[in-house]
C-alpha cells in the first residue's frame, strides 16, 4: 500500500473516531455521495476528500465530518459511519488534499503559505471557507461529478 493511500486511511479512521461516541439511536441518516477527481485532467488514487457543513446549516454543530479517499480510477464514496454509508443530508463545502509520495515535490513547513496537511496542492483546496465546490446531499444518492484540480498555480 502506498504511503498516500496509508494516510488518506489515517486521516478517515481519525473522522471515524469523533463519529464513534455516536449509538446507532444517536446516528443521523446517511445517504450515497459519490464522484470522481482529476488532477491536471487525469484520475489519481489517495487523493483525501472532506466534506464540512456550512456553517449556518445544523450539522455543522456535529463533529460529523464525511472522508473519502480516492481510489486508482479517481472515483470516491463518501463515509460518515461506516464505508460507504455516505453523508447525512445538508448543505456542504468539498475540501481536499493530496499527500505527496517519494517523488512529489513539497515544499518544507518553514515554506508552505496553507494551512493544512503537507500536499502537493499546498493547501490551496482545504480551506472550506475558500472551497469553489458546494455540494447539496439530499435525501437520495448524490453525484457530484468530476472534480478538477491542478497542480500549479
Known amino acids: ?16 473516531l469523533l463519529a464513534t461516541g455516536c449509538t446507532s439511536e444517536d446516528r443521523l441518516a446517511t445517504f450515497q455521495v459519490t464522484g470522481l ?27 460529523l465530518r464525511p472522508g473519502a479517499v480516492s481510489r486508482a480510477d479517481g472515483s470516491f464514496q463518501f ?19 493530496l499527500p505527496p509520495d517519494e517523488s512529489s515535490p513539497v515544499l518544507g513547513l518553514e515554506e508552505r503559505e496553507n494551512p493544512g496537511p503537507p500536499d502537493i496542492f499546498d493547501g490551496k483546496y482545504f480551506s472550506a471557507s ?3 465546490w458546494e455540494v447539496e ?17
Open 1 to 16: 500500500m502506498s504511503r498516500k493511500r496509508n494516510a488518506g486511511i489515517c486521516i478517515l479512521a481519525m473522522t471515524l
Open 37 to 63: 477527481v482529476h488532477v491536471d485532467g487525469s484520475p489519481v488514487e489517495g487523493v483525501v476528500l472532506q466534506l464540512v457543513p456550512d456553517k449556518d446549516d445544523p450539522l455543522f454543530e456535529t463533529r
Open 79 to 97: 463515509m460518515t459511519y461506516s464505508t460507504g454509508d455516505g453523508a447525512p443530508s445538508g448543505s456542504y463545502r468539498l475540501i481536499f488534499f
Open 130 to 132: 475558500d472551497s469553489e
Open 137 to 153: 446531499v439530499g435525501d437520495g444518492p448524490t453525484d457530484i461529478g468530476t472534480v478538477e484540480a491542478l497542480t500549479g498555480s
